[in-house]
T-cell receptor, first 112, second 114 residues
Framework: NAGVTQTPKFRVLKTGQSMTLLCAQD?????MYWYRQDPGMGLRLIHY???????AKGEVPDGYNVSRLKKQNFLLGLESAAPSQTSVYFC???????????FGSGTRLTVV | AQTVTQSQPEMSVQEAETVTLSCTYD???????LFWYKQPPSRQMILVIR??????QNATENRFSVNFQKAAKSFSLKISDSQLGDAAMYFC???????????FGQGTRLTINP
């Protein structure tokens, strides 16, 4: 049982480049999330999805887009990367709205 | 809006001793859930313990236990017999019943001194 798998694990981008982070879960979870983690700020929610074909904004959505075309996958896109998007990105999924999350192992993204 | 505050950016403890990490939260809801997550240097987020707000009994998981004070909106984590493998960043989080997401605190970095 792989749980939540994030790819890639590390990436360096130049300012203005685009990229997509992939999150895949094999637990048939309805809820999926993208967070960013920055020193001293904890985890901040970027976007989330409560089911296939649905997405919603979190607290820091600017500069990111997401898609959930299949229940098991949740993609996070950066259209034009900026140095302020240098961070560690976590994907997570949840079975219900009373449970905690299962997290992926994170992606360290550096924008130069 | 929910907020979660961890007032201790860093803590340290001697191996085999007990340490308590603090967490306070603010919500107007009465039905919610509280969590502690551990993030070791590997970066993986691991669920340590979960507490339902409607339960008066404090949750325990082996050496980990919580002190849940609902009226004070406090949810501290106690680690007994600290081990070197407990060194990590610890995050407190809360989730309102029916809400789609968790809200996290800023984290506390715990160091274990041998």
């Amino acid at each position: 049982n792989a749980g939540v798998t994030q790819t890639p694990k590390f990436r360096v981008l130049k300012t203005g480049q685009s990229m997509t982070l992939l999150c895949a879960q094999d637990m048939n979870h309805e809820y999926m999330y993208w967070y960013r983690q920055d020193p001293g700020m904890g985890l901040r929610l970027i976007h989330y999805s409560v089911g296939e074909g649905t997405t919603a904004k979190g607290e820091v959505p600017d500069g990111y887009n997401v898609s959930r075309l299949k229940k098991q996958n949740f993609l996070l896109g950066l259209e034009s990367a900026a140095p302020s998007q240098t961070s560690v990105y976590f994907c997570a999924s949840s079975y219900s709205n009373s449970r905690g999350y299962t997290f992926g192992s994170g992606t360290r993204l550096t924008v130069v | 809006a929910q907020t979660v505050t961890q007032s201790q950016p860093e803590m340290s403890v001697q191996e085999a001793e007990t340490v308590t990490l603090s967490c306070t939260y603010d919500t107007s809801e009465s039905d919610y859930y509280l969590f502690w997550y551990k993030q070791p240097p590997s970066r993986q987020m691991i669920l340590v313990i979960r507490q339902e707000a409607y339960k008066q009994q404090n949750a325990t998981e082996n050496r980990f236990s919580v002190n849940f004070q609902k009226a004070a909106k406090s949810f501290s984590l106690k680690i007994s017999d600290s081990q070197l493998g407990d060194a990590a960043m610890y995050f407190c989080a809360t989730r309102i019943q029916g809400a789609q997401k968790l809200v996290f605190g800023q984290g506390t970095r715990l160091t274990i001194n041998p």
